[in-house]
């Protein structure tokens, strides 16, 4: 019963400390409001820039631009709290290449070296603690070692929430699914606890001005050709068109087809059979596996939502998806537009239309 009643105490604390987060984050997370600015970094880095009650960040003791075991044991010996290194602390240091941030964890002796690295940008975590300056490695909470990835694609950070230490991993990312999870790992009595989990929604924020990337010179863009009236018409279009798919994925072809004419539908489908794609009868799959994801988030520039698009007098071929760079998916849109020239259709634009987490729609803790 002691065992149990500790647990639960345990676990309550942890989610005390995540439900102050959640209040922090949603009183500084940017509204909706006109003229609003963009979130930019992550949520405890947001959170961090002034300060907040009962919130403390661990102190950066040192950095190394590129990880040697001479140039640790150097930093390590010019610290004021100055410690030498076990062998079994730089030998769990061994893999690190690059950049290592050694920071505290608020109010314990732990000391946390943090890496990021690969495509990915996974963060490899080697904790110790320091004693009169002597180290003893500390194994690393027991749910990471099953999470394989689980460290991957996020941002670390070591403080303290209520008096409380935890390592903070949130998931915050440049992915189209506009969500994010804040995994709190407390730090009590000399061991690591179990973790709790706020987990955020986030709704779009969309941007023709600004992406994430600078797809036209990454993706080698041609100059768009739309004609002696510009491309501000075709702009807004693609736009209308990425707000009414990341609305309604399931159903916003035919919310188009049933706006347009009879003459307009037919000139869709012709242009879908001339450039020799799906007909329109094709429906999403349920899930986002095989050629018509189930959601938004799983449509991608590879493989693209067809819908019509109207501007003026003209009915066009449109291809809806997520910019992709290999095995990653970015917010960000790509619209290309195609038009019908002689029984054939011809690429003759394409847009960037940026999409970042815009204000906070739920948070749940668990």
Not at 194 to 216: K, Q, S, V
């Amino acid at each position: 019963m002691a065992l149990t009643t500790t647990a639960y105490a345990e676990a309550a604390s942890c989610k005390a400390a995540a439900r102050h987060l959640v209040t922090l984050i949603k009183q500084s997370w940017p509204s909706a409001g006109a003229g609003t600015p963009a979130a930019s970094g992550d949520m405890i880095g947001m959170l961090l820039q002034k300060p907040h009650s009962g919130i403390v960040l661990g102190v950066t003791r040192f950095r190394i631009a590129t990880y040697s075991r001479q140039a640790f044991l150097e930093q390590a010996a010019r610290l004021r709290d100055s410690f030498t290194p076990s062998r079994d602390v730089l030998k769990a240091l061994d893999d690190v290449q690059g950049e290592l941030t050694v920071s505290a964890l608020p109010g314990t002796s732990l000391l946390a070296a943090n890496s990021i690295g690969g495509t990915a940008n996974c963060n490899s975590t080697v904790f110790f603690s320091v004693n009169h300056g002597s180290t003893h490695l500390v194994r690393e909470p027991e749910k990471w070692k099953d999470d394989v990835g689980g460290d991957c694609g996020l941002t670390r950070s070591f403080a303290s929430v209520d008096g409380t230490p935890f390592v903070i991993d949130d998931s915050l990312d440049s992915g189209p699914k506009l969500a994010s999870t804040l995994t709190l790992t407390p730090w009590d009595r000399g061991k690591w606890q179990e973790p709790c989990e706020a987990e955020f929604a986030f709704a779009p924020r969309f941007d023709t001005g600004h992406t994430l990337n600078d797809w036209a010179s990454l993706n080698n863009w041609d100059n768009n050709d739309c004609g002696p009236d510009g491309c501000d018409g075709f702009r807004h279009a693609a736009l209308n068109l990425v707000e009414q798919t990341q609305a309604d994925r399931a159903g916003v072809e035919g919310h188009l087809l049933a706006a347009m004419t009879e003459a307009q539908r037919e000139e869709y489908r012709r242009l879908k059979r001339v450039a020799e794609r799906p007909d329109v009868t094709d429906a999403e799959t349920g899930s986002d596996e095989g050629e018509h994801p189930k959601t938004a988030a799983g449509l991608t520039d590879a493989n693209p939502l067809l819908l019509p698009m109207l501007v003026g007098n003209r009915v066009l071929l449109a291809s809806v998806g997520h910019f992709s760079i290999g095995w990653r998916v970015f917010s960000d849109w790509k619209v290309t537009v195609e038009a019908n020239e002689a029984d054939q259709t011809r690429e003759i634009a394409r847009f960037a239309i940026g999409m970042t987490q815009g204000p906070i729609v739920s948070a749940v803790v668990k």
